[in-house]
């Protein structure tokens, strides 16, 4: 079978798929992913291919989707393009034989998606990774926004995808979402020692591995099919609304609640936490609060931060008994929602304990920057409570199962350090330097589109959401335990 934007090649059990579009860098179009299809339809139906290898000529992997090939499209031709897309993932997901990603140069966006489908990504040291949608009006929803946190962590994901900044082969590696870095001489013959070695392997027990590690995964499929009308719909909007442009820097405003102070400066608004370990805040109020930032249009991120050397104390009132209890619960409950759902990014800001409800409060931002001097503490088991509301469950996609039950169940003290080697911030600060920086990385998502922002935001939830049932149960597991 010919092919036009791709070579496709079998032998020794081994196929290979190269992506051949060198004079545009191995952009990806529609009718690239059509042959994409095909061949991996060829691998699948040659018993002799146990093993299938995807590259890039030129050097180059693939700097993403060809925007120029579908410019014209109009909501109709996207949503039927997106649907071939979807359909390709779904092939790719239930492919039955190992699909290894050789990756060398440039894999943005669409590119970087392709390659977090397969099982296995090798990489030389010239790679370069990134989801750039956010720069065009797009979302990541090729897989990108959904396997992301569930290979990088939840915090690193949000960073990757609202952000589109680039990275290194060697700062992929350390975040987990490729598996091997290698010199660009050494790659080709690593990758194909590692073909070897899996066609030694069984290849009915090899199927079954894969589709019982793909099973957590493939429980967001329905959040691809969504962006396939997601898409076409905020095309439909940015005709009504025409270009979106960062807002100028307004003039301060600041609003005191009775814990908490409130204020929108440059391009966030800041929720500035009072401080001490046993003033908490007045759910009612941090409600309000973050619906007065999600409704100003000019805050284009909402920063929670504390002025003293705790982040977050105990909600207020502190004791109300079991029904109290069950009450305030389902207070915090909105409150995270209302996090989780908000439209812009959350941004925490942490220059001292996080520990507790505080240390939950954290995880559900979208980013965490820290001061050095920060320590993150789960310690409710320690004090006869559990980390129910999203504690446990972001927990567990930051920084993996292990870690997660080890600090929940012990109340370990992490440090700032720490934290950022195991996934659980984004970035650690020079403390008189935190909240400066706070302000760059607001300054850098005002320059997004905050439409695709956003929908980048819904998709990344998608995974977590699952868990809102166990937050219920956790309300009243915490109301039964008196605390």
Known sequence: MGYDDIL????????????????????????????????????????????????????????????????????GEMRSHLKLIAQLTVAIRNLGKPLIAEVRGPCLG?????????????????????????????IPFLWGAQMLPRTAGEKRAREICFLSR????????????????????DLSYVVDEMCREVLSLSPASLRMVSASINYGFDLHLSAIFHACDFIPLMMEEREKLGEVEAPAPGPSEVFNYESFDYRVEGMAAVITFRGSEKNGIYLAEFIDALRRAEADNNARAVVITSSGEFFFGDLCPADQGKEGRRLEIKSWIMAAATIRNMGKPVIAAINGRASGVGHQLHLLCDLTLSSECAVFCQDEGCRGDAPSLWG???????????????????????????????????????????????????????????????????????????SYPAIWQGREISALMGK
Not at 110 to 137: E, H, P
Not at 169 to 179: H, L, P, V
Request: charged content about 25%.
């Open 8 to 75: 496709y090649e079998a032998g020794e059990g081994i196929a290979r798929l190269t992506l051949n579009r060198p004079g545009v860098g191995n952009r990806l179009r529609g009718h690239t992913y059509e042959e994409i299809l095909m061949a991996l339809g060829e691998a699948e139906r040659d018993a002799a291919v146990g093993v299938v290898i995807i590259s890039g000529t030129g050097g180059v992997f693939s700097v993403g989707e060809d925007m120029l090939a579908t410019e014209d499209f109009g909501p």
């Open 110 to 138: 669409a590119a970087n998606q392709l390659q977090l489908l397969c099982d296995i990504t090798l990489a030389s040291q010239d790679a370069i990774f990134g989801q750039t949608a956010s720069r065009g009006g797009e």
């Open 166 to 185: 680039e990275y290194t082969a060697e700062e992929a590696r350390g975040m987990q979402f490729i598996n091997e870095v290698h010199l660009s001489k």
């Open 392 to 466: 446990s469950q972001l927990l567990a996609r930051n920084i993996g199962e292990r870690k997660a039950r080890e600090i929940s169940l012990m109340g370990s003290e992490v440090s700032a350090e720490e934290a950022l080697h195991m996934r659980l911030i984004n970035a650690v600060i020079p403390h008189g330097d935190l909240m400066v920086e706070v302000d760059q990385w607001c300054r850098e998502i005002a320059k997004l589109d905050p439409v695709a922002v956003g929908l980048a935001k819904t998709s990344l939830n998608y995974g977590s959401d699952l």
